[in-house]
């Protein structure tokens, strides 16, 4: 069955470091996510991306944050100056076109721990 | 404010139990309707849409109530498999894709 990759997953950073969050979607889908889920919380919307650009992004994702899909399979969130409160776990998701385009498969995610 | 609210639990039961977990959204305007189901520190992993009409698979039944704001999951004949994190999920008709997620009910079937 087809899924979501995403690497690594584990991340340990130094605060003020930048980190580069990697996710390779499934191949047919044309949306993809970022979520994140601190310990212990809801998982949180970050930002969707269709047709090479973002479609809506939310609060938390603000300018420290930026997505990027640099070829035909990769996806990236990066974090330019890392927080400790950006800790958190990190997942990757995307949806396939047509009508079930809303159905959501994340990636198995990627734990960043900021120090 | 959209949000999303379930009783945190959680629900222990004994194998082949029934249980039923509720839901309530904010927000009148929401369109799309999930649960999903997350394992300790794994991803969410969609069990199914919720219907007005309600809808089954196996065993599991989802209900939707529109005028009350209401989400129910229904499971019967627990397995010692279902234990998990049960999330309601709305999509209040932002982005593709833009869920809110509650927090989730933690069931946990023992033998």
């Known amino acids: 069955e087809p899924e979501v990759t995403q690497t690594p997953s584990h991340q340990v950073t130094q605060m003020g470091q930048e980190v580069i969050l990697r996710c390779v979607p499934i191949?047919?889908?044309?949306?993809f996510y970022w979520y994140r889920q601190i310990l212990g919380q809801k998982v949180e919307f970050l930002v969707s991306?269709?047709?090479?650009?973002?479609?809506?992004k939310s609060e938390i994702f603000d300018d420290q944050f930026s997505v990027e899909r640099p070829d035909g399979s990769n996806f990236t969130l990066k974090i330019r100056s890392t927080k400790l409160e950006d800790s958190a776990m990190y997942f990757c998701?995307?949806?396939?076109?047509?009508?079930?385009?809303?159905?959501?498969?994340f990636g198995s995610g990627t734990q960043l721990s900021v120090l | 404010r959209k949000e999303v609210e379930q009783d945190p639990g959680p629900f222990n039961v004994p194998e082949g139990a029934t249980v039923a977990f509720n839901c309530t959204y904010s927000?009148?305007?929401?369109?799309?309707f999930f649960w999903y189901r997350q394992d300790c520190r794994k991803e969410p992993k969609l069990l199914m849409s919720?219907?007005?009409s309600g809808n089954e698979d196996g065993r599991f039944t989802a209900q939707l109530n529109r005028a009350s704001q209401y989400i129910s999951l229904l499971i019967r004949d627990s397995k010692l498999s279902d234990s998990a994190t049960y999330l309601c999920?709305?999509?209040?008709?932002?982005?593709?894709?833009?869920?809110?997620f509650g927090k989730g009910t933690k069931l946990s079937v023992k033998p």
């Open positions: 991306f269709y047709n090479n650009e973002i479609s809506e």
């Open positions: 191949s047919n889908h044309l949306y």
């Open positions: 919720v219907y007005s």
């Open positions: 999920v709305v999509n209040y008709g932002g982005s593709q894709g833009n869920l809110i």
């Open positions: 998701a995307s949806s396939p076109p047509g009508r079930t385009n809303e159905k959501l498969f």
């Open positions: 927000n009148s305007a929401s369109q799309s």
